[in-house]
């Protein structure tokens, strides 16, 4: 059999080449942060003065707000540690008595 493939009597077989793929392109990875936008009354960004001023109320309401909140915070958290303390316990004597009961 090898000398019919020697000879050539018998083509060689052909593998099976599968066809390379397309390269993939790449594409590139846009990664959007966001980001914390304050806008205050003294940017003047804002032309109207009406509007101007409904976002300052609001903004002020707004910290108001916030700061009403991490005062409820404070006091809560301050009342549960103060509760949570635990009193030294007091000791007692035990007395115990022996009678004789020999007599």
Request: charged share 30%; net charge positive.
């Amino acid at each position: 059999m090898f000398h019919k493939y020697f000879t050539s009597l018998i083509p060689p077989k052909k593998s099976i080449e599968s066809e390379p793929e397309p390269a993939k392109k790449k594409t590139a990875c846009r990664r959007v942060v966001n980001k914390k936008v304050t806008i205050s009354t003294d940017d003047n960004i804002i032309i109207d003065l009406d509007v101007a001023l409904e976002l300052g109320k609001s903004i002020s309401l707004t910290k108001a707000a916030e700061e009403e909140a991490a005062r409820q915070v404070h006091a809560t958290h301050a009342r549960i540690v103060t509760k949570s303390v635990p009193e030294p316990a007091t000791i007692r004597s035990l007395s115990i008595a022996f009678s004789d009961t020999s007599q």
